[in-house]
């Protein structure tokens, strides 16, 4: 804005002592000191307000006017409420170095001055960064020339001074701001991709508004613009898909052209989105074919064929890969009116990503494909290398939903489900499909299981874990009922803990020493209540029968 511009406004109270030729001068903030040096906090541009506390003598107003314009300040309004009339010698002082000289009358607040100031400047620049968002958007339609989102969510730091990051539906960073200050740490990219699901559910129109400790934030939904030939029909066909934009802000007091250069920059990230979406075109086939061919029982020589063609795709420079893994994930909606698989194979893509790793094109090396409500993964791994307890890694299940888990959760909210399973690495086109299988398997003990968000992986098919969600649940209560109710009983009447002392006898593996250490117990009152355990249920935890019924019963309860 001009300095023209706050003279012609009469509710500002200025009158001008000097500098009627500086009026054009531009005004990029604003600044109240009373300091005699205050240099350090002056970038430019500045309209300074000042009470003139830091005036002791006619002497002082020279040093103070030359500090003010070897800083590039636009011009120095001095207030009437302290001295009365403006000192003569700061009057002069501005004549002799050109800086524009205002009088503030004593009935207006330097606040009123601060918020007119700072709301034109805001809308100017606003004006200004809309034309950029503007000219990026096309800029990324025509092309990849725009650079991604990242370039406009710096010019939202460096010109609106808004922090702004674009988050996945699982909380994974995908582009930031990098002009002010550090990233968002991952705890809360988690929070708030949760908040910002939970809001969705409920039908609450963006900016949804998440305060985490001191900090407002506003997030907005980035909608697709045209992921699908038709608009979804419910919100659950898009909600754990979407992206969105978090502003470090409180949008409910911003004016409507602000809320409209935000909603332009979602529309600009969208675009961002579809575009990763397209590439991912080929991936998908290739997926697709390749699970056909599993299902169809084709010829081993067939499917390592296609895996050939696949390789060099998703895994560049590589050639082949030498061994692959299979995750099988499903959506499950209660009424069943809607399709699970489009959201299961987005989720997969997002999912096996590493969270840790921040940037829209890391999926690159997942194919996704989906039939129904499920959605198969086909993971290739550069390399498997083996355990010091002879377990392979590649993609494990106990992990793979531990920083998801929450958000996700809340976009399920109480009507949906989400399940996976994970094979075992094979090594080549014969062992795909009993890794499906596998997988498919995994799934279905995660689909026993409690939870919205449940995983099992193939480490899991050879042990108890396996046959335990299958008992039927009047089985399954009858049988800890009969164990566990009478040690609950007396815990409840005497605080005795015997259910924490057998949950820790059985991990000990019945060593009394090593349990009587973690428990920080005497040896002798570890005796006692393992003997007041196996006097309230008639069993031995000296014999192995005793103890396995005590370890299914406490796993089943």
């Not at 559910?201 to 985490?212: E, F, S, Y």
């Not at 506003?218 to 934009?245: H, I, M, N, Y």
């Not at 090593?514 to 040896?523: F, K, T």
Request: hydrophobic share 45%.
């Amino acid at each position: 804005m001009r300095l023209r511009a706050l003279l012609d406004t009469d509710a500002l109270g200025l009158k001008l002592l000097g500098g009627e030729d500086e009026l054009d001068r531009t005004v990029r903030g604003v600044m109240t000191t009373d300091l005699r040096d205050p240099s350090r906090y002056l970038g430019g541009g500045e309209l300074v307000l000042t009470g003139l506390a830091w005036r002791r003598d006619a002497g002082d107003s020279e040093s103070f006017v030359r500090i003010l314009v070897q800083a590039g300040v636009t011009a120095l309004a001095a207030g009437e409420a302290e001295l009365g009339d403006v000192p003569e010698d700061l009057v002069v002082a501005c004549a002799r170095h050109r800086l524009p000289l205002f009088a503030v009358h004593e009935s207006v607040a330097f606040a009123t001055i601060t918020e007119h100031v700072v709301r034109q400047v805001s809308g100017e620049r606003a004006g200004d960064l809309a034309a950029v968002v503007d000219r990026h958007r096309r800029m990324m339609t025509a092309g990849p020339a725009g650079g991604g989102p990242d370039v406009v969510l710096d010019l939202l730091g460096t010109d609106l001074d808004l922090r702004a990051w674009v988050l996945s539906p699982t909380g994974r960073l995908i582009a930031g701001s990098k002009a002010t200050g550090p990233a968002l740490p991952a705890e809360a990219c988690s929070r708030l991709a949760g908040e910002h699901l939970a809001a969705t559910r409920t039908g609450r129109r963006g900016p949804h508004r998440v305060v985490l400790g001191a900090t407002t934030y506003s997030l907005f939904p980035v909608r697709s613009t045209g992921r699908s030939p038709q608009p979804a029909r419910d919100v659950r066909e898009t909600v754990l898909a979407d992206w969105l934009l978090a502003v470090e802000a409180d949008a409910g007091d911003w004016p409507e052209e602000r809320l409209d250069l935000l909603y332009g920059v979602t529309q600009l990230i969208a675009v961002e989105r579809d575009r990763r979406d397209a590439a991912r075109t080929v991936r998908r086939r290739l997926a697709q074919e390749v699970l056909e061919l599993v299902q169809t029982g084709a010829a081993p020589a067939e499917i390592a064929a296609r895996l050939r063609v696949a390789a060099p795709v998703l895994l560049p420079g590589l050639g082949t890969a030498p061994h692959w893994q299979v995750v099988v994930a499903r959506v499950d909606w209660e009424g069943g009116e809607i399709e699970g698989g489009p959201v299961a194979q987005a989720l997969l893509e997002e999912v096996l990503v590493d969270p840790a790793v921040a940037g829209p094109e890391h999926s690159d090396r997942i194919a996704v494909a989906h039939t129904g409500d499920e959605a198969i993964a086909l993971v290739p791994l550069p390399a498997v290398s083996t355990e010091h307890d002879g377990s392979e890694t590649g993609v494990l299940a106990d992990t793979l939903l531990a920083s998801v888990r929450d958000p996700l959760t809340a976009g399920l909210d109480d009507d949906g489900r989400l399940t996976l399973g994970v094979s075992a690495p094979v090594h080549s086109a014969e062992g795909l499909r009993g890794a499906l299988e596998e997988a498919r398997h995994a799934r279905r003990v995660a689909a026993a299981r409690p939870g919205r968000v449940c995983a099992a992986g193939h480490q899991e098919l050879a042990s108890h874990v396996l046959l335990l969600p299958f008992v039927p649940d009047d089985v399954r209560r009858a049988f800890t009922a009969r164990l566990l109710d009478p040690l609950r009983d007396y815990d409840r009447r005497h605080r005795a803990e015997l259910i924490p002392t057998l949950e820790a006898f059985l991990d000990c593996d019945g060593s009394w020493t090593r349990c009587a250490a973690r428990l920080h117990l005497h040896v002798n009152t570890l005796r006692y209540r393992v003997g007041r355990i196996e006097q309230l249920t008639s069993r031995d935890l000296s014999r192995l029968e005793d103890k396995l019924d005590f370890f299914l019963a406490l796993r089943m309860s």
